[in-house]
């Protein structure tokens, strides 16, 4: 079974659109891989859940939480003693959770649409990519 790291912006627009993200959450909630994160990124997706262009209501909100916490473990944030050492390594600062926690994660592939994180990260794939490999698994 692949074990996919996801960031904030796969699960927003897993939880919120239809998709991709949203597919990859379905192949979650059936067991044929397991999505994983870090406690910086579920607090980013809580909050962006709110933001008024979404346009969820409170229950859509609180039903797109409740997906998450079923089918997606969260892991704690890397310490700061690692986030430190790996300043530099990327552009925006705000991602280093992400980067560290994908490092320490032990998982197959970071699955994110930020084009800077896939650049810098060998085994980051766009969601498109780790369906097909999911797909792929399934044959």
């Known amino acids: 079974m692949l074990r996919l790291f996801v960031d904030a912006n796969t699960l927003v627009s897993g939880l919120a659109y239809d998709g991709n993200e949203s597919a990859l959450l379905a192949y979650a909630r059936l067991g044929v891989c397991e999505l994983i994160t870090v406690e910086h990124a ?11 262009r979404l346009g969820l209501s409170p229950r ?22 690692e986030l430190d050492q790996a300043r530099g390594r990327i552009r925006d600062p705000k991602d280093l959770p992400v980067l560290v ?16 994180l896939r650049g810098v990260v060998p085994r980051a794939i766009s969601t498109k990519r780790a369906l097909a490999l999911l797909r792929r698994s399934l044959e």
Do not use: K, M, N, W
């Open 42 to 52: 579920r607090e980013e997706v809580r909050d962006t859940l709110r933001e008024p």
């Open 60 to 81: 859509e909100r609180g039903d797109a939480l409740r997906l998450l916490a079923r089918h997606v473990v969260v892991l704690d944030d890397p310490g700061s003693v």
């Open 101 to 116: 926690g994908f490092e320490q994660s032990g998982c197959d592939y970071l699955v994110t649409g930020d084009h800077d």
